[in-house]
């Protein structure tokens, strides 16, 4: 059987910020307001959260909506606009898909709200590229009841170096951590710096 590789979403295959500049870009033209009144609206609503993965895109559109008295209808359009989402991949994100296709099953293990995370995938074209029996997206990524339900000796990429500390622990996984902010080397977990770098280490 071959060798499944879960990847995580933001920040590993995705540049989730660019999405999010992108993004408030075009909602800025569409209501026509300053950059600074929007931020200020978005402050509003992300600090309303409890964590950045409980970013709900449904909840967001409903807030800037009604913030503004416009259609929400609209602004999911322009939220969900698919250049948003393929010009924020990484730029070697799909030649490495494609190659490692080639040899592993590749699937997902990501945190949030599963609508929002499968639009990511759809929107930047790389849905394809994960079966769908592998393709775990939780609220909380780190908790032992989701967890077991990953398929053992899985390899999992994730840019989350406090998550796979978390995931440590558990011996059934193979873990990589793709740091793409400093060149930092964690001491015990195989370290990378782009999905290039991939074809450097032994999987």
Known sequence: MRQII?????????DSYKIRILSRSSLKRYLKTTGKELEIIIGKYVNSL????????????????????TDPVKLRDIFYRKEHFVNSLYSETIITLKTLKKKYNLGIFSEGFDDFQMQKLKLSNIRQFFKDEYIFIFRRKTL???????????????DNR???????????????????KDKKIHPEIKTIFSLKDLDKIDL
């Open 162 to 180: 406090e998550v796979l500390e978390k995931l440590k622990k558990f011996v059934s996984f193979k873990f990589i951590w793709i740091n793409r």
């Open 50 to 69: 409890g964590s950045i993965t409980d970013f709900n895109a449904n909840d967001f559109i409903n807030f800037i909506s009604d913030s503004y008295k």
């Open 6 to 14: 879960l990847f995580d979403i933001d920040y590993t295959l995705i």
């Open 144 to 158: 032992e009841k989701n967890i077991i339900n990953l398929p053992v000796k899985s390899i999992i990429i994730d």
